[in-house]
């Protein structure tokens, strides 16, 4: 039962660089989401998927884009990486709506940007 | 008309005592009000959600208090005890089959002395 799996863990990168965090979900979960968490700020949403090929903006999704070719996979890419990217990014899944269900968190990928 | 507001920031409570957290929202639309608890080097956790048509809810020492009226809901934690030490985060979200985006609070870390 590994749920949401984040990788990687950890990683600096230099401004400008390019990378892709990856998330993988094993319950078979139709929604996917990325946020960032910044001290003082709570979580915020980057981007989100409702299904396996669609994607859609969350609440600051500038200077990050996601695909999700496949239904358990989320990917988050960074094309040109800024210092004001350096954060904690957290994928989360859940069932479809209907009624509520909890997002499962991923135990996140810590980030520097320098 | 987005944004959870949380407070406090931080809480340090004594072993046996109430934790209690507030949060404060604008949109009305808002149908689904839950608690998430994340302990260092973790992701958020589900603890306790609540929606608008329940003033209360109660699971264990965690009790969610909801003023539909004023626009506010809390978390309160009895007898509270050094495991509870976390970063507790509220969040809000609207049930428009649209991914069920969760809006989140600020946090409060709160530290439970022996």
């Known amino acids: 039962n590994a749920g949401v799996t984040q990788t990687p863990k950890f990683r600096v990168l230099k401004t400008g660089q390019s990378m892709t965090l990856l998330c993988a979900q094993d319950m078979n979960h139709e929604y996917m989401y990325w946020y960032r968490q910044d001290p003082g700020m709570g979580l915020r949403l980057i981007h989100y998927s409702v299904g396996e090929g669609t994607t859609a903006k969350g609440e600051v999704p500038d200077g990050y884009n996601v695909s999700r070719l496949k239904k358990q996979n989320f990917l988050l890419g960074l094309e040109s990486a800024a210092p004001s990217q350096t954060s904690v990014y957290f994928c989360?899944?859940?069932?479809?709506?209907?009624?509520?269900?909890?997002?499962?968190f991923g135990d996140g990928t810590r980030l520097s940007i320098l | 008309q987005q944004q959870v507001k949380q407070s406090p920031q931080s809480l340090i409570v004594q072993k046996g005592g109430i934790s209690i957290i507030n949060c404060a929202y604008e949109n009305t639309a808002f149908d689904y009000f839950p608690w998430y608890q994340q302990f260092p080097g973790k992701g958020p956790a589900l603890l306790i959600a609540?929606?608008?048509?329940?003033s209360e809810k109660k699971e264990g020492r965690f009790t969610i208090s909801f003023n539909k009226s004023a626009k506010q809901f809390s978390l309160h934690i009895m007898d509270s005890q050094p495991g509870d030490s976390a970063t507790y985060f509220c969040a809000a979200s609207i049930d428009n089959n649209q991914g069920g985006k969760l809006i989140f609070g600020q946090g409060t870390e709160l530290s439970v002395k022996p």
């Open positions: 989360a899944s859940s069932y479809s709506t209907g009624r509520r269900q909890p997002q499962h």
């Open positions: 609540i929606r608008p048509d329940v």
